[in-house]
């Protein structure tokens, strides 16, 4: 299968965009040249195992555990305070030197 200049300006009025005449070759070849690495690929080999992802094994699955995931370190040590439900931390050096004050 190969793509024609009818039929990029076909599909570039289908998709309502403007190409301009000139680029209409180097799209034309681009597009064969991507049509003809397809017919490459539809070519190889697959085994039945890696066609569909699987193999007889199957993956294997993570352990089914019920809870929260602990911390690695206490919450005081990255936001010691919280108001209203929210972590409060240190403003970043970044923000100051961009202007921002405190209150916000």
């Given at each position: 299968m190969s793509i024609s200049e009818s039929d990029v300006r076909h599909i570039a009025a289908l998709a309502r965009v403007g190409v301009d005449e000139s680029r209409?070759?180097?799209?034309?070849?681009?597009?064969?040249?991507?049509l003809a690495h397809m017919d490459v690929l539809q070519r190889v080999e697959l085994?039945?195992?890696?066609?569909?992802?699987?193999?007889?094994?199957?993956?294997?699955?993570?352990?089914?555990?019920?809870?929260?995931?602990?911390?690695?370190?206490?919450?005081?040590?990255?936001?010691p305070a919280m108001r209203d439900g929210f972590f409060l931390v240190p403003r970043l050096a970044t923000h100051d030197?961009?202007?921002a004050s405190e209150d916000e």
């Open positions: 209409i070759p180097t799209l034309v070849a681009e597009l064969n040249g991507i085994s039945p195992a890696a066609a569909d992802g699987t193999s007889e094994q199957g993956m294997p699955l993570a352990a089914d555990v019920l809870g929260a995931v602990p911390l690695l370190r206490e919450r005081a040590t990255f936001a030197a961009a202007g």
